[in-house]
């Protein structure tokens, strides 16, 4: 535990950060390009005027998301152990890697269906998820014994800021809703909306989450459990409480993979239609609507890392990516009045310039800071471990692995690119809003 009972704190300080930065996604979604997907690519490729640097960005966002997805499979099998003890299959060295496997699998099918049974299935998971969460909280909040809350910062001012970037990895991928752009109804009004609502919500449900475990068990016991939340439920409620919460628990990670599974493919499409790769992985299917193709190499990917078990070489870099890219993100929002105007002129969500200059700057400031920490906490280990040390025990730094797996996203960019001016231009494309080629 790097801050203990000061996480609520914490989520506290992360919430107005996410909630900052989710102002941009609001602003550009109010948009014309609200209407496609692509999230950053479209949105940093149309303030800069260019791809190059919204390529990279969303080529370490599609790693990040594949080693979260792998990350989330396994959580589950773990969490599937401990909410129905022998189960049959979990048991042995494989059985919770194969459990891992068919997580990956199912959702995926659910999203070869169609955009509406991942919702379907969503909606389905989140009201369980809403129920259990109500069980945890309403009663945790009166079996909370303010003595666990002492010290309130376990490691002081520098365990709290060192636990700042890992605990964001709670909050990272809140833009995924941002990928169902042109598949959801009236996009343009509702996704900005349910950006701001949701978002204020999670924070909620955070901070009291952490009231509850944090006050309920001393911050050691928390950290020795597998299935924290349902320790937790186990001091207050009855068995079958404890077990629901522990349910509950399974579809927080549930409705995350749900989420997770969808970013790569719909980025894909986007990056596809841009002739960035190929137009293969970007096809829809007529009759689901889904892109089954770039879908089938996402479960691929993922089902690679759980199996060989080199999760941390994509998952190591998940939350500093994603936090380089919202920095980049919040600066295109800042800078977007001045360099599209046309834009600019289409923003329809009420939210004042003020505002949006305002939650712009904390934002930028915010990311900074994070991604500021991380360096500096990986440089510390970069001079007291080896390298050879470190790929042992599968620690490479996230400064290491971004640089490599950049340097891989700029090759291939440059080779879409070369590509590209080669072969005849494709017709029928439409750039919207002005943006130039390159």
């Known amino acids: ?63 990040s998301y594949i080693g ?41 099918l659910v999203h070869v269906l169609g955009v509406r049974w991942f919702g379907r299935v969503q909606v389905t998971m989140l009201a369980l998820l809403t129920l259990s969460l109500a069980v945890l909280i309403g009663p945790g909040l009166f079996a909370v014994q303010p003595v666990h809350y002492r010290p309130f910062f376990t490691h002081g ?40 609502l949701g978002i204020a919500a999670t924070s909620v449900v955070f901070v009291l989450m952490s009231v509850v475990a944090f006050g309920v068990l001393p911050g050691a016991v928390l950290q020795a459990s597998t299935a924290p939340m349902a320790a937790v439920a186990a001091v207050y409620l009855p068995a079958g409480g404890a077990w629901f919460v522990a349910l509950g628990a399974l579809m927080a990670i549930a409705t995350s993979l749900n989420a997770t599974m969808l970013v790569p493919s719909r980025l894909a499409v986007v990056l596809a239609a841009d002739r960035l790769v190929s137009r293969r992985l970007g096809a829809v299917a007529a009759r689901t609507g889904t892109p089954i193709t770039s879908l089938t190499l996402t479960l691929g990917a993922a089902l690679l890392l759980v199996l060989s078990g080199q999760i941390s070489l994509a998952l190591n870099i998940a939350v500093f990516a994603l936090m380089a890219l919202y920095f980049l993100h919040s600066l295109a929002l800042l ?43 990986d440089l510390r280990t970069l001079a007291t471990r080896s390298l050879r040390e470190r790929l042992a025990d599968g620690t490479l730094t996230a ?39 390159g």
């Open 1 to 63: 535990m790097l801050t203990g009972p000061s996480v609520i704190l914490a989520h506290l300080v992360l919430a107005l950060v996410v909630l900052a930065t989710s102002v941009a996604y609001s602003v550009f979604l109010s948009t014309p390009l609200g209407l496609e997907p692509g999230g950053e690519y479209a949105h940093i490729s149309h303030t800069f005027g260019g791809r190059g640097l919204a390529f990279v960005g969303v080529w370490l966002k599609c790693i």
């Open 68 to 108: 979260a997805l792998a990350y989330l499979a396994v959580a589950f099998a773990d969490y599937l152990a401990e909410a129905v003890p022998g189960l049959p299959g979990l048991g042995g060295t494989r059985g919770p890697t194969l459990a891992a496997a068919a997580s990956l699998v199912f959702f995926y």
């Open 157 to 196: 001012a520098s365990g709290f800021a060192a636990a700042l970037p890992p605990l964001f990895f709670a909050y990272a991928g809140f833009e995924s809703l941002a990928q169902t752009a042109g598949e959801v109804r009236d996009s343009r009004r509702r996704l900005p909306r349910v950006f701001l």
């Open 335 to 377: 800078l977007l009045p001045r360099r599209n105007p046309a834009l600019y002129a289409t923003v329809s969500v009420a939210i004042p310039r003020g505002v949006q200059r305002a939650a712009g700057g904390v934002s930028l400031l915010a990311m900074g800071t994070l991604v500021g920490l991380q360096v500096w906490g």
């Open 399 to 437: 400064v290491e692995l971004t640089l490599v797996w950049g340097a891989v996203g700029a090759l291939l960019y440059a080779a879409a690119r070369r590509g590209a001016a080669a072969a005849q231009p494709a017709a029928g494309r439409v750039e919207p809003i002005g943006l130039p080629e």
